[in-house]
């Protein structure tokens, strides 16, 4: 019996309260991932199925088993369970990203944690004992994810966005790219155009994050912007693949990660 109202399923007692582990499993993985996703999405940061779901799976096991744990489990589960669910939906360029996205993390779990307590008091009861948690999670969840996929659209239809294949050190990668009649930029030595990239891409390119990055810089570009001239690192590229026509090139490694696309081609690539 919990509020009045009789649950279907196995109960254990805890703190004199009958707790439904089925209730307490969907709530949390539905919490977990609203927490993952909106991380995710105020980083922008594009969804890696894999990592999501190990992530969630790990929060929500760790949460429903925390009552049944002794208070030296607990602890650990406080201390550790953020930090290693940042470290695992995520791929982190270095320390500085990854603290960033962990701040984040903290943040949305406080402020959800709250939002649910302070419901939980208007309610007279507690939501966490009951399915319309989990049913509000998922529904917000669902709903960050229609909102950035019509943005996701919007930015695409709004400029000339095309799919590009970038190829570095044997790999290949595909990418959507940005037809950006503006971008002049050319390397001065070699003639060649150069692209921008942003930063979550060159995360994911051996040799242009972490401690290799610094010896695959051939040299920089002056980049003006509204803001003033700015100077980024460029990289070797063995070729951008537009249309079924192949370019060799440099990428200009930027520290910003853009909307609806991952690259900035140069003007003479389209």
């Known amino acids: 019996m919990l509020g009045g109202k009789i649950l279907r399923g196995k109960g254990r007692i805890i703190a004199g309260v009958k707790v439904y582990i089925e209730v307490v499993i969907v709530n949390n993985l539905a919490v977990d991932a609203l927490i993952v996703y909106a991380v995710l999405l105020l980083r922008r940061r594009k969804v890696m199925p894999l990592r999501f779901i190990a992530a969630v799976l790990a929060g929500a096991a760790a949460a429903t088993a925390y009552p049944l744990l002794p208070e030296w489990g607990r602890l650990l589960v406080r201390v ?34 709250g939002t649910v307590t302070g419901a939980s008091h208007l309610a007279g009861f507690d939501l966490g004992g009951y399915l ?12 960050l994810v229609a909102v950035r996929c019509i943005l996701s659209v919007r930015a695409k239809t709004s400029r000339r966005v095309c799919p590009a294949k970038i190829a570095v050190g044997g790999e290949e990668f595909s990418v959507d790219a940005l037809l950006d009649t503006g971008n002049t930029l050319t390397d001065s030595v070699s003639g060649l155009p150069v692209i921008i ?74």
């Not at 939906?89 to 406080?110: E, M, N, Q, R």
């Open 80 to 113: 550790a369970l953020a930090p290693l669910m940042t470290a695992v939906f995520l791929k982190h360029s270095g320390i500085k990203d990854y603290i960033v996205s962990l701040a984040l993390f903290l943040v949305v779990t406080f402020a959800l944690g």
């Open 132 to 143: 319309v948690l989990g049913v509000v999670a998922a529904a917000a969840l669902a709903l």
């Open 197 to 270: 990239v942003s930063e979550r891409f060159a995360a994911g390119v051996d040799g242009w994050h972490g401690r290799e990055r610094a010896a695959n810089i051939e040299g920089f570009v002056e980049l003006g912007t509204v803001g003033g001239n700015t100077s980024l690192p460029i990289v070797k590229v063995d070729g951008v693949s537009v249309g079924g026509r192949v370019t060799a090139a440099y990428a200009a490694l930027s520290e910003r990660n853009f909307e609806g696309y991952e690259v900035i081609l140069q003007n003479t690539m389209f």
